[in-house]
């Protein structure tokens, strides 16, 4: 399809280890994450795709503290980014990554911008905080932006409003906005979602070039797993909190291992099946977050849930030997193998 | 916007002028008599001259197009003239609206009473204000916590706790039993020297409080709800994702979206707040348009009613167009024509 740059050997520039966010609400207590952990090496895209609820946006507004707290609190984990825990920052010196080392993209390109302010106030926000620029520059390195994403006559441009941008040139804002102060890593979470079809492949065309041209780490958040396969290097699949396989792009479509990702790919269409069949979600209730997962969060929408998988909770593992210089660890937590249709053996 | 200032301007005009003739008609209908205060002594015959004198001989439709034209005419007039010290046509003969009870011109009357309340009404809406927006900001900002629950309580307590009693408590209290203020206002007294503005501050405390207080109470409370419901929007994310601090992302982003519906309340309560401190005069007897207001229905002086509710009534259509205009303005959403 596009370039792959799957590195097994670059230096890592995001490893989360075992993050868990709860919030606290006057219901009960919501478990969104459960013990998240990945990594992101330079330069490489990685997809993360999930149901709705499944804990997408809470883990990445997590890494930045970007969670309301409260109610949400992260109660353990650890973000490395550039030599350092994201999550003993301090409020400052975290304020000082995100927008500057980290950009965000969030879904609704219509309610995420401020309405009663210029494009260009918005933009130039972050230039001058993080890279200390003056007005002038700061406009006319605003005015660059909205060119490099695609904005026709950006100069004119920037005194106009959000409401007077179609859903498409807002999304481009965005990006240009997330872009603005050079970021090392970029996330997006479901920036296509809010927009019909036609604008999502423009947008995704436009995250290609600009990858290609910038060479940007990024994580993609998505609940559709046919953008990702367009643009992912690798994909992580999440479920009730937790990442339920994870592999590089091809071996996921080729072999899913989980059987959530084995449901949510016959849930795609595809040309070489009967369509009608195939059009159907996955059955059953998503899981209740009141609690850690003590058993398979999945089990009781499972078709090959067995005993064990409400007994107790399996841990992710590789299946294939793990990371090696020419190979990209597939992973999965499951207690049941589908090739084999049999339990995994394991200790 | 302009071409929308002026048709909603001329908008006004009928608005007005069916609200001045349902006002002139109410109170011409209401069973008053203007001799009524005289000593039965006068004769029937000299009561029936009076009343003639006085106008009431004519028929209705005629006494209200001769007050329109005494109102929107005569007086605006005499205004210009002199303001500008200068004289339109022959300004003796011109009639005015009189007061029945003091045959003075109703506009001079309130003329004179119009500064006691405007720094009463004004100062306090001012203070509310002050009060209300920081107060408001800082319970949405901090939802739930001991500040915000003690502000929700005393809000509460704030309006729903009519003025006539907060006056009396604090008359009770500082005036009578401390001793600090003074119960009375003195509208006589003008400010010299360092004693006398002493005196004056001190003798707007109350009053401006009692009426500061309950407006603030109102007012917080729309403050904290419109910034409770901007502070969940997305953007709110997005300034904070891009790094700003809480500082820019509260009293820029979110103050800036909170204020459009609040600049609308507070405009459309000032009008409200006059006919309110109607009360609070009363209490403090501060000797303003209320306390006119008051005595002229009192005596069954009707063109001293008729004109100060007029005057209100027109204080509510100017300011529902400020209001209007304002929201334009802080909202570049909306667009006219
Ligand atoms: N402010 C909050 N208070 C309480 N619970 C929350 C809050 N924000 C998120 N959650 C819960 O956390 C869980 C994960 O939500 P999250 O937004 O991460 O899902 P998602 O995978 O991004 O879904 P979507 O595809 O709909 O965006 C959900 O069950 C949600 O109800
Ligand atoms: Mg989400």
Redesign the interface.
């Known amino acids: 399809m596009t370039m792959r740059s799957v590195s097994t050997t670059g230096p890592k520039i995001l490893e989360v280890t075992d993050l868990k966010t709860v919030f606290g609400t006057r219901d009960g207590a919501v478990h969104a994450v459960n013990g998240v952990s990945f990594h992101l090496r330079e330069g490489e895209l990685l997809g993360i795709v999930g149901e709705s609820g499944s804990g997408k946006s809470v883990t990445m507004?997590s890494l930045?503290k970007?969670v309301p707290m409260p109610p949400a609190e992260i109660t353990s984990g650890r973000v490395m980014f550039s030599a350092r825990d994201l999550l003993s920052l301090s409020p400052?010196e975290i304020?000082?990554?995100?927008?500057?080392e980290i950009?965000?993209i969030?879904q609704?390109p219509m309610?995420?911008?401020?309405?009663?302010?210029t494009v260009g106030f918005?933009l130039m926000?972050?230039l001058r905080?993080?890279m200390g620029l003056s007005k002038a520059e700061a406009r006319e390195k605003a005015a660059s932006l909205l060119a490099l994403v695609g904005i026709p006559s950006p100069a004119d441009r920037l005194d106009d409003?959000p409401?007077q941008f179609s859903g498409g040139m807002r999304q481009r804002v965005?990006i240009a906005?997330?872009l603005?102060c050079d970021p090392k890593l970029l996330i997006a979470d479901e920036p296509t979602t809010a927009l019909d079809v036609t604008i999502q492949a423009q947008i995704l065309e436009l995250v290609r070039g600009l990858r290609r041209e910038l060479g940007m780490s990024m994580i993609w958040i998505t609940h559709d797993l046919g953008v990702v396969a367009g643009i992912a290097d690798r994909v992580a699949v999440m479920y009730g909190g937790l990442i339920v396989e994870h592999a590089a792009v091809e071996d996921l479509y080729a072999s899913p291992k989980h059987p959530y990702t084995h449901a949510l790919l016959q849930t795609l269409p595809s040309l070489d099946s009967e369509r009608a069949e195939k059009l159907q979600s996955i059955s059953g209730q998503p899981p209740s977050l009141d609690a850690e997962p003590t058993t398979c969060p999945f089990a009781p929408r499972c078709e090959f849930a067995f005993e064990r998988c409400f007994r107790e909770n399996p841990a992710i593992r590789s299946t294939n030997g793990g990371w090696a210089e020419d190979r990209v660890s597939h992973d999965v937590a499951c207690w049941w193998d589908i090739e084999k249709g049999a339990p995994r053996d394991d200790g | 916007m302009f071409r929308y200032a002026i048709r909603r301007l001329l908008f006004a005009i009928p608005t007005l002028l069916v609200i001045s003739f349902i006002i002139f008609a109410l109170l011409d209908l209401a069973p008053s008599d203007p001799t009524a205060q005289l000593p039965l002594t006068i004769p029937e015959e000299v009561r029936e001259m009076i009343k003639l004198s006085l106008g009431l001989g004519e028929p209705f439709h005629i006494r209200y197009l001769r007050w329109l034209e005494q109102f929107l005419v005569n007086e605006p007039l005499n205004l210009i003239e002199q303001f500008w010290g200068i004289e339109i046509g022959n300004s003796e003969d011109r009639l005015r609206v009189r007061s029945w009870s003091t045959r003075a011109p109703v506009v001079d009357l309130i003329a004179a009473r119009l500064p006691q309340t405007l720094s009463v009404v004004g100062v306090s809406y001012i203070v509310a204000i002050l009060i209300a927006v920081p107060i408001g900001v800082i319970s949405a900002y901090k939802q739930y916590s001991i500040f915000d629950q003690v502000g929700t309580f005393i809000s509460m307590i704030g309006f729903s706790v009519p003025t006539f009693f907060t006056g009396t408590v604090m008359i009770v209290i500082f005036s009578v039993v401390l001793g600090w203020l003074p119960s009375i206002y003195d509208t006589t007294l003008e400010v010299r020297d360092y004693d006398s503005f002493v005196a004056q501050f001190k003798q707007m405390i109350m009053p401006v409080m009692v009426l500061g207080l309950f407006n603030a109470a109102q007012l917080s409370r729309f403050m904290r709800s419109s910034m409770l419901d901007n502070l969940n929007q997305e953007y709110v994310r997005t300034a904070r994702s891009k790094g700003m601090g809480e500082p820019v992302v509260i009293l820029i982003h979110v103050l800036r979206n909170s204020m459009i519906p609040v600049v609308t309340v507070i405009a459309l309560g000032l009008p409200t707040t006059f006919a309110g401190a109607i009360i609070t005069e009363q209490i403090f007897r501060i000797n303003g348009v209320g306390q006119l207001l008051i005595g002229a229905i009192e005596g069954a002086d009707i063109p001293t009613v008729q004109t100060v509710t007029f005057i209100f009534a027109v204080l509510i259509v100017v300011f529902n167009l400020i209001a209007d205009l304002l929201y334009g303005m802080l909202d570049p959403r909306i667009r006219y024509d």
Request: hydrophobic residues 45%; glycine residues 12%.
């Open positions: 507004m930045l970007l400052g304020r000082k990554v995100r927008g500057g950009g965000f969030f609704d309610t995420s911008l401020n309405p009663v302010f918005q926000e972050p905080k993080h409003f409401h965005m906005i997330a603005a």
